[in-house]
């Protein structure tokens, strides 16, 4: 065998063995180095992460709760009696008070894809008291309410009562603040009532003793109201103001009075 036939040997087992030797490289690799040669799709997720949806929130408005207001009677005109009757029907504002009932509430969104417009309306019972001069009580008179001028002990109090039921109709605005967490609310509109009831109440002391004289009656009260009011509020801080726009006697029927209130909530629900 000559130096040639040598040659060609020894290369030919050189390139088996370098041939072996890279099979068992390649299977000495881990999968995951394997993996990692393989080109990757990045793939983003935008979806929206799981959770409170703001956009999802239904609209609610803000009619329901107890609300304790302050009340008054407005555009006063006695041209009907004489001048010694004028304002016998002027009531103490500070002590004429009034309290509101919202037990049910219904709302509804006039927006598609956001919850900020809707319209609320809703069931109360709302009871409306005016202080009057402590001498001063009304009856109803032939055709008309006439004045009762008292004459009792010291510590007289006369009050004039009346119990409504009341649903609104109002459209509400609402501004997010504080990154959706709150928000501020406006509304307005108008609230029907049925007048459900009437008295007048008089105390006084008798012979050094307590007495009540409570006397029911219609008093040619309209037995239908319609009120506008306005309301507003932000957390805890709930107001609104009412003012009927018709007059609290029937046409002809005692003097021309306007009620209005102004009151805050004591509880919202």
Do not use: C
Request: hydrophobic share 40%; no cysteine.
């Amino acid at each position: 065998m000559n130096k040639l036939n040598y040659i060609l040997i020894f290369v030919f087992l050189v390139s088996a063995l370098n041939s072996v030797s890279a099979q068992e490289n390649e299977a000495a690799v881990p999968d995951s180095l394997q993996e990692n040669d393989r080109p990757t799709l990045l793939i983003l997720d935008i979806s929206q992460p799981q959770g409170f949806n703001f956009w999802d929130e239904p609209f609610k408005g803000n009619w329901a709760g107890i609300f304790v207001s302050m009340n008054g009677l407005d555009q006063a005109d006695y041209s009907m009696y004489t001048e010694v009757d004028d304002d016998f029907l002027k009531p103490t504002l500070w002590k004429s008070n009034g309290i509101s009932i919202n037990l049910i509430q219904g709302s509804v969104s006039l927006q598609r894809n956001r919850n900020f417009i809707g319209l609320v309306t809703g069931l109360g019972l709302d009871i409306q008291t005016y202080s009057l001069n402590q001498n001063t009580s009304i009856r109803k008179g032939a055709s008309r309410i006439e004045p009762i001028y008292l004459a009792y002990e010291d510590n007289q109090k006369s009050k004039f009562s009346s119990t409504y039921l009341t649903v609104p109709a109002l459209i509400e605005f609402q501004i997010p603040i504080n990154h959706f967490a709150n928000r501020l609310y406006f509304s307005a509109g108008v609230i029907g009532s049925l007048r459900l009831s009437t008295h007048t109440k008089v105390k006084y002391r008798l012979d050094g003793k307590k007495q009540k004289l409570k006397v029911p009656g219609d008093f040619y009260l309209n037995d239908l109201r319609v009120s506008g009011t306005i309301r507003v509020g932000y957390r805890w801080i709930n107001l609104f103001a009412t003012y009927d726009l018709q007059p609290l006697f029937v046409d002809g029927k005692g003097p021309e009075l306007y009620p209005f209130s102004i009151g805050l909530a004591l509880i919202t629900f």
